[in-house]
């Protein structure tokens, strides 16, 4: 078999003749190009991106050749804006329409689709060279666009969208359909090309975000829309969400997707389990902890694992579980690859080693599972309130509980009985939150459950700011230590950094939120300007880490780096890059302030 139809055997469920294996190498595949060309000068170029893929996979083999890098087509095709980096995929600086009247004005642009916009056509010529030397019939031809939901809240920012989710969902719907329409135009200009399949990239309706109820309201039809178009023009789609996605696993299958892929969160194992044992799943080799800081032979033995967690039978294609960075050993793609190719139908699993030890993305000991949750701050409700009277406990509770109307009583309660500003937004309000936060990294509520519950709290901020305030300007409470935060340069998806802004302020510390798409000078502006102790910088693409050097060098110049706390999460850090670039690492919200607490407040 070659890799086309090895790929389509596993869809097909008609066991190919060996594991087929897509290593996703879209913005790494430059880095193969002899003369140091950049990705930048690659991305609009489509001789040069076609180079990049051919050069790959004659050095390194795979069933796949993927043109295009990212997800961005459909939103920038829609007029955002976007920043093209030297060593990474694009990154998106600016929304098509953050606010309604802009998007009325493009809902005109968009009436009449122009492939010229962008790099649509960009991307079309690519997959034409690719078929003129010989890649259609050997080869998987497919590239990735970017889904409904998260072209939607790239069109008009993160935050906003979940808020118009809630307020406006009518609007919301608008939004879906100039997106649905878009990619759907694009889909069928990739399928004049030749392209095989389409790759729908949708992370905005991961779990993570998004509560299965939302996802069934505001993504799947227009993902089984979208999937249909693909169909009647001879595109074979596949649907990609990533990390926690088990609620929604059946439904991804419902769509009409011929494959799943993803991390699967909490495992691939639990996919197989619930999407049957005759569907195609695409995954799960973890691509950061072990593809790009691993050894060949943990890349190794996690293919293994994968395969015979959820390849037994045929029906499944190993890859990473996203794109591939820029950095990712050779060493390491070739561990990958090999592995697969010498693993052949039917797996005699006698001849396969002992993986007793070796983990699964999701799984518990899990490289990546440890690094999300191995600072987690635990608040029992009885060790948090045991010292707190019942009001105070019943105030948590009502922002628990997303009570807007109850939490303003409350408050005004306490204080007709004397209890101070300051115990019922940090003893009261704030522990709500921290609970908040806590149920949310457990995969226990949703960000719109945060959302509701940071709406209850600020319902009551008008009443106690000016009071607390009041007793800082007298001195009868000790000033805060203060942060700015705010999302890097390139990024503009700003939920989780919202998240760590609303729990910090919910344990004492005065944060100033600079927003998103940051840029490092902004950064060290406000902390001077602020006298910050604490920088506190999200970033979600590998494409922006350049930019938190820039920050770190800004300060080294300035004879200021040891002033600052540097703290970064985010989906694109880790606790091995943070350690090499000398800041601290949090996995989430709540590891953020145990660090800083533990750093600022130790006798606490």
Same mark, same amino acid.
């Given at each position: 078999?070659?890799?086309?139809?090895?790929?389509?055997?596993?869809?097909?469920?008609?066991?190919?003749?060996?594991?087929?294996?897509? *290593?996703?190498?879209?913005?790494?595949?430059?880095?193969?190009?002899?003369?140091?060309?950049?990705?930048?000068?690659?991305?609009?170029?489509?001789?040069?991106?076609?180079?990049?893929?051919?050069?790959?996979?004659?050095?390194?083999?795979?069933?796949?050749?993927? /043109?295009?890098?990212?997800?961005?087509?459909? #939103?920038?095709?829609?007029?955002?804006?976007?920043?093209?980096?030297?060593?990474?995929?694009?990154?998106?600086?600016?929304?098509?329409?953050?606010?309604?009247?802009?998007?009325?004005?493009?809902?005109?642009?968009?009436?009449?689709?122009?492939?010229?916009?962008?790099?649509?056509?960009?991307?079309?010529?690519?997959?034409?060279?690719?078929?003129?030397?010989?890649?259609?019939?050997?080869?998987?031809?497919?590239?990735?666009?970017?889904?409904?939901?998260? @072209? #939607?809240?790239?069109?008009?920012?993160?935050?906003?969208?979940? @808020?118009?989710?809630?307020?406006?969902?009518?609007?919301?719907?608008?939004?879906?359909?100039?997106?649905?329409? @878009?990619?759907?135009?694009?889909?069928?200009?990739?399928?004049?090309?030749?392209?095989?399949?389409?790759?729908?990239?949708?992370?905005?309706?991961?779990?993570?975000?998004?509560?299965?109820?939302?996802?069934?309201?505001?993504?799947?039809?227009?993902?089984?829309?979208?999937?249909?178009?693909?169909?009647?023009?001879?595109?074979?789609?596949?649907?990609?969400?990533?990390?926690?996605?088990?609620?929604?696993?059946?439904?991804?299958?419902?769509?009409?997707?011929?494959?799943?892929?993803?991390?699967?969160?909490?495992?691939?194992?639990?996919?197989?389990?619930?999407?049957?044992?005759?569907?195609?799943?695409?995954?799960?080799?973890?691509?950061?902890?072990?593809?790009?800081?691993?050894?060949?032979?943990?890349?190794?033995?996690?293919?293994?694992?994968?395969?015979?967690?959820?390849?037994?039978?045929?029906?499944?294609?190993?890859?990473?579980?996203?794109?591939?960075?820029?950095?990712?050993?050779?060493?390491?793609?070739?561990?990958?690859?090999?592995?697969?190719?010498?693993?052949?139908?039917?797996?005699?699993?006698?001849?396969?080693?002992?993986?007793?030890?070796?983990?699964?993305?999701?799984?518990?000991?899990?490289?990546?599972?440890?690094?999300?949750?191995?600072?987690?701050?635990?608040? *029992?409700?009885?060790?948090?309130?045991?010292?707190?009277?019942?009001?105070?406990?019943?105030?948590?509770? /009502?922002?628990?509980?997303?009570?807007?109307?109850?939490?303003?009583?409350?408050?005004?309660?306490?204080?007709?009985?004397?209890?101070?500003?300051?115990?019922?937004?940090?003893?009261?309000?704030?522990?709500?939150?921290?609970?908040?936060?806590?149920?949310?990294?457990?995969?226990?509520?949703?960000?719109?459950?945060?959302?509701?519950?940071?709406?209850?709290?600020?319902?009551?901020?008008?009443?106690?700011?000016?009071?607390?305030?009041?007793?800082?300007?007298?001195?009868?409470?000790?000033?805060?230590?203060?942060?700015?935060?705010?999302?890097?340069?390139?990024?503009?998806?700003?939920?989780?950094?919202?998240?760590?802004?609303?729990?910090?302020?919910?344990?004492?510390?005065?944060?100033?939120?600079?927003?998103?798409?940051?840029?490092?000078?902004?950064?060290?502006?406000?902390?001077?300007?602020?006298?910050?102790?604490?920088?506190?910088?999200?970033?979600?693409?590998?494409?922006?880490?350049?930019?938190?050097?820039?920050?770190?060098?800004?300060?080294?110049?300035?004879?200021?780096?040891?002033?600052?706390?540097?703290?970064?999460?985010?989906?694109?850090?880790?606790?091995?890059?943070?350690?090499?670039?000398?800041?601290?690492?949090?996995?989430?919200?709540?590891? #953020?302030?145990?660090?800083?607490?533990?750093?600022?407040?130790?006798?606490?």
């Amino acid at each position: 078999m070659n890799g086309k139809e090895r790929i389509f055997a596993a869809v097909l469920n008609e066991q190919p003749d060996q594991v087929p294996v897509i *290593p996703i190498m879209m913005t790494r595949a430059i880095r193969n190009l002899p003369g140091n060309v950049s990705a930048k000068d690659c991305q609009v170029n489509a001789e040069l991106m076609a180079q990049a893929k051919m050069t790959t996979s004659a050095k390194f083999g795979g069933d796949a050749i993927i /043109a295009g890098t990212d997800l961005f087509l459909p #939103a920038e095709n829609l007029g955002a804006g976007m920043e093209y980096l030297d060593k990474a995929q694009p990154t998106l600086f600016r929304h098509p329409c953050p606010t309604k009247a802009e998007f009325d004005l493009m809902l005109e642009r968009s009436e009449h689709f122009d492939p010229t916009r962008g790099r649509v056509l960009t991307v079309a010529e690519e997959i034409k060279i690719l078929l003129q030397n010989g890649f259609g019939d050997s080869h998987l031809v497919l590239l990735p666009i970017g889904g409904p939901a998260t @072209t #939607a809240q790239l069109i008009t920012g993160s935050a906003r969208f979940l @808020t118009l989710m809630e307020q406006d969902p009518q609007f919301c719907h608008q939004v879906l359909r100039v997106a649905t329409n @878009t990619i759907k135009s694009i889909s069928t200009v990739m399928a004049e090309a030749g392209a095989h399949a389409i790759n729908i990239l949708d992370p905005f309706s991961s779990s993570d975000i998004l509560p299965p109820e939302q996802f069934r309201e505001f993504s799947k039809p227009y993902i089984i829309e979208i999937f249909q178009h693909m169909q009647s023009v001879g595109i074979a789609p596949i649907l990609h969400i990533c990390t926690f996605t088990e609620h929604i696993w059946n439904d991804m299958k419902e769509t009409g997707a011929i494959a799943i892929n993803g991390d699967f969160w909490p495992g691939i194992d639990r996919a197989r389990q619930i999407v049957g044992d005759d569907y195609c799943l695409v995954g799960s080799v973890n691509p950061f902890t072990t593809m790009l800081s691993g050894t060949p032979e943990q890349v190794r033995k996690e293919t293994l694992k994968c395969i015979v967690t959820a390849g037994l039978n045929g029906s499944y294609i190993c890859s990473p579980g996203c794109d591939l960075d820029w950095n990712v050993p050779d060493e390491n793609i070739h561990a990958l690859i090999q592995t697969c190719a010498a693993v052949k139908y039917p797996i005699d699993l006698d001849q396969i080693e002992d993986l007793s030890e070796t983990f699964i993305s999701g799984h518990a000991k899990h490289k990546a599972s440890i690094q999300r949750k191995e600072v987690r701050t635990v608040h *029992p409700k009885h060790k948090i309130l045991s010292k707190k009277n019942q009001l105070l406990e019943d105030l948590a509770n /009502a922002v628990i509980q997303q009570d807007s109307e109850l939490t303003v009583s409350l408050v005004n309660t306490g204080l007709s009985e004397k209890i101070s500003a300051q115990a019922l937004l940090f003893e009261g309000m704030a522990v709500g939150m921290q609970i908040c936060g806590e149920m949310y990294e457990q995969n226990d509520i949703f960000v719109i459950d945060l959302m509701r519950s940071a709406k209850a709290m600020d319902s009551a901020m008008p009443i106690l700011m000016p009071l607390i305030e009041k007793d800082r300007e007298s001195g009868d409470l000790n000033d805060r230590i203060s942060v700015v935060i705010g999302l890097i340069r390139g990024n503009t998806q700003d939920i989780g950094k919202n998240l760590v802004a609303l729990i910090l302020t919910a344990h004492g510390y005065d944060v100033c939120d600079l927003g998103k798409n940051v840029s490092p000078e902004e950064f060290i502006e406000q902390a001077q300007a602020k006298n910050a102790q604490v920088i506190a910088i999200s970033v979600m693409t590998d494409s922006s880490i350049v930019y938190i050097e820039r920050v770190l060098s800004l300060l080294k110049e300035l004879g200021e780096r040891e002033k600052y706390y540097v703290v970064c999460g985010g989906a694109a850090m880790n606790s091995q890059l943070a350690s090499k670039l000398g800041v601290h690492f949090s996995p989430n919200a709540s590891a #953020a302030a145990k660090l800083l607490n533990e750093h600022f407040k130790p006798e606490q």
